[in-house]
């Protein structure tokens, strides 16, 4: 049940992978780990298809990954890290999540950390 829905699926406000998102710990590492993705992809300008050769990742896998249309499994994320010679997995244990229901803190002590609803509707 918990990997019904998808990762933008979790969305508030805004497009994936740069929207305000509801405090799901899951759906807001994957969002960092696809908003980390792009980015890297844009500076070292390679291209899906590239990546895919470079990783051995099926280049429909990245795409879903860039989409937040799937959950990133660890054996995907080590592959694109490897390629990429960067860390894509975000430090999440220190991002201040509130337990859902509760208002949301979007401070969080790593740059780059998911932006959250304060209110839960935007």
Same mark, same amino acid.
């Given at each position: ?61 990245? $795409? ?16 694109? %890290? &490897? @390629?990429? *010679? ?6 999440? $244990? ?16 790593? %740059? &780059? @950390?998911? *932006? ?7």
């Amino acid at each position: 049940m918990r990997r019904a829905n998808k990762p933008s699926s979790f969305v508030v406000n805004g497009d994936w992978p740069h929207a305000v998102m509801e405090p799901h710990r899951g759906a807001l590492v994957a969002q960092a780990i696809a908003r980390k993705l792009a980015d890297v992809m844009a500076e070292q300008e390679i291209s899906a298809n590239a990546l895919a050769k470079k990783s051995g990742v099926n280049r429909q896998v990245i $795409t879903n990954v860039l989409n937040g249309t799937v959950w990133p499994d660890i054996l995907t994320i080590v592959d694109l %890290e &490897g @390629a990429l *010679r960067v860390l894509l997995w975000p430090d999440h $244990t220190q991002w201040r999540i509130p337990e859902p229901g509760q208002p949301g803190d979007h401070a969080a002590s790593e %740059e &780059g @950390a998911p *932006r959250q609803s304060r209110d839960g509707g935007g």
